[in-house]
Every structure is written in C-alpha cells, then in structure tokens.
C-alpha cells in the first residue's frame, strides 16, 4: 500500500473515531476570552447572592439602583410620540446619518463647545462629520479609515479602556503602541512626553495617530491639568501626530457639557497650534451624557485642513462606504430624541441641569466612600472625578469581593460609582476595609 493511501486512511479512521463527528472547519475557531468589563455583567447576572453589587460597566444608575432616564430625554421622547410623522418613519436613515441630528450635534460640538474656533471650522467646510453607533462607532470608522489611507500606528495611553486596543487592532492597525499615563496614583505626563518624543520621528515617512481622553478617563478618572495639556499637545503638534479626541464623557467632570471640552478647545486653538496638517479626529457620544447608551447615538468629526477644499468631501464620501459595507446605515430612535435635546436653548439648559444632578450624585458617592473608607494614602482620590473611582487594588483583591462578597469590579480596579447607593454602601465599603485588613 502506498504512503499516501496508508495516511488518507488513517487520517480518515481518525477522524471518524474522533469523538463522534468529523472535524469541521468551525474546530479552528477558538473560544473568545470575555470582554474584559461587559462578560462580568454576565457573569453577575448569574451570581445569586442576594447581596451582589454590579460595579463594572460605566452606566448611571439612580439611588435605587435603575438606570434612570433623564427628564429632558422623558420630555423630548414624550414630543416624538405625540408627533405622528416622527412616530410612523421607520425607513432607513442616510447611510451619514439624520440631517437634523448632524446639524445640532455640530452646533452642540463646534459653536456651544468651542465657540472661539468651532464656527470658523464650519464656515470654511472643514469638518467631515458621520453620525455613529455611539463612542465606539466613533472609533471604528475612524480606525478604517486611517487603516486605509493614512496611518497604522497608534499610542493608546496605559491604562486606557481595554476597547480601545481591539478596535484599532482589528481595524487595520498593525502597529498598537502604549505611552506611560499612569503609575502608582500619578499621572505621568512627562514620561508620556518622552516615550512620544523619543519614539516618534516626524519625518520618518510613517504617521502616528494619539488617543487622547477628552475628560474623566477611563479607567483612573484623572485627567492632567490645563498647564499639562499644554505640553502634551505641544508635543503632539510637533511631531505632527494625528490627535484622535475620545470625548466619552463630556459633561460628567464639571456637569456642564460644553465647559468639559476644553481639550478640543485647546486643540482648535489656532494661535497655538494652527491647524492640524494631518486632520484631527473627534470621537463623540451622547450615552453617558444622555443616558442613551443602548441607543448607540454618537458621531465621528474629521477637521480636515485648510486649503484643500475637496478633503472635506473626499473623506465623507470614504466614511459613507465605511458605514454602508458595515452597517449600512446608523438607527433612527434615539438619535431623534438627541436632535431635540439640542433643538433649544430652553431644551438644552433643562439637559444641563440632568447632567449636574448626575454629576452631584456621583459626587456624593465618592466623597460617602472616602469618608468611610479613609484612603488617602491609597490612592489619589480628590483628583478622581466622572463616573469612575480607582481604587488601584490588585487582582487577588478584586477576586475576594467578587468571590466572597459578590461585588464585582473589573480586574483593572476600576468601579463605577454609581452602583453604589445608600442602600449597599455600608456592604461595600465594610467588604472593601475585610479584604484590605
Ligand atoms: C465602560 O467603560 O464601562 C463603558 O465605556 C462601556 C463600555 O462599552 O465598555
């Protein structure tokens, strides 16, 4: 018998004794780890102590723990239903997105946000603009796009959302870098200067795109200063780099949103850094600002430079075919509900209002937690704001509250403080001081 046929046969007897199927094509498909903070959701919904606390995801709940929606997102809901025309368009949306919804989101962003800069932007048809399947949306269609004709390389800050690395890795990305943000409670912004300054050469042939945090990073919650902002976008300016502004949480520092975008302020500020010649990317979402996060309503700004007037074009005609080969085009909903949110000034100032009284509440529970947990010399709490309390503790740690107390966090030490009310505070704090005895 020949060699060939001994395999084939072997192989085949193999195969069929192989438990008692064939192999597939499928047993090269290997299990996914879970997502790093949405598998603990599930994971949660499975644990039956009656006593278990969710704080992993970064979704606002109320003092009794639901996920609240705002008055003015109730009012301006309550308008569409009465509107019948709104009510009964269920067609498809421009593949771009709402006209309406571009326009106010624009207003909202380049005229209330950056009143200085913005309008100009628009006047001159320099901002290319899509709306988004929120935040992340954002993200992706900006990675396929720089993938495609731009740029594979981007410094993501360590630490940083843990989505941001898939999404550029599996966006075109093949060269995924980390600059030093945070250590032991400390930003470390000129060890982050350094690793770009150090390893970024501007004329190399080779374009880097920046992640920056627009406000209330995610994970730690501290965000350098004004004066170290400076130096950090002086630096980007000079190497040329391509800023790509997550704005996630515009609102939740200060509870006025537009007050909140001073890292796109400072980046627009002509006098300083003129204009960007490789674009500025801005990343925006309305999910935790308007509590619509399963409504994925967001958007992506290109601000393309001056004096080239068919670059605004060019790259919304890219951003198109983007969107139609993923999904076609974006839902309707919610991104109605945000058109009217923005429609008004009286709408707008009643939304500022909602987005305070959040941020007051998160307020409250951290400084409830301080009191009772005393941590000064943990962790550098006073400069922790938004919907995040960083506590730094360790996996070992984070694995006793999650196995012994039911308290789940994500294993970056991370807890988003709205989970935590007047009603298990005392629960989570106790556990907090058992497993640091
Ligand atoms: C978070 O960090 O918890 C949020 O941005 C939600 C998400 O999609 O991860």
Redo the contacts with the bound molecule.
Sequence with gaps: MSNWLQCSRRCFWNRTNYGTRALSSFDKIPRAPPDK??GLTEQFSKDKNAKKVNLT??VYKDNQGLVTTFPTVAKAQKILDQDENMNSDLSYLPIIGSPAYRKSTLNFLFRDSCPESGPKLLEQERVSFVQTLSG?GALVVAADLLAQFVSRTVWIPNLS?P?HTNIFKRHGFNDVRQYSYYENGKLTVDKWIDNLKKNVKKNDGSRHCIILHACCH?PTGVDPTVEQWRKILDAVRELEMIPIIDM?YQGLVSGNPAKDAYVLRMCLDESRYGNWPHGLFLCQSFAKNMGLYGERVGSLSVVVPPNQPESKGNVESQLKQIVRSMYSSPPAYGCRVATLVLSSDDFKRDWYKDVESMVQRLLNVRQGMYDRLGWEGLINFEQQHGMFFYTGLKPHALNRLRDEYSIYMTMDGRL?LSGVNDHNIDYVCDAFKAILD
Excluded: D
């Design positions: 903070i949405l995801v970064g992340t959302w989505n995610n996630a988003s």
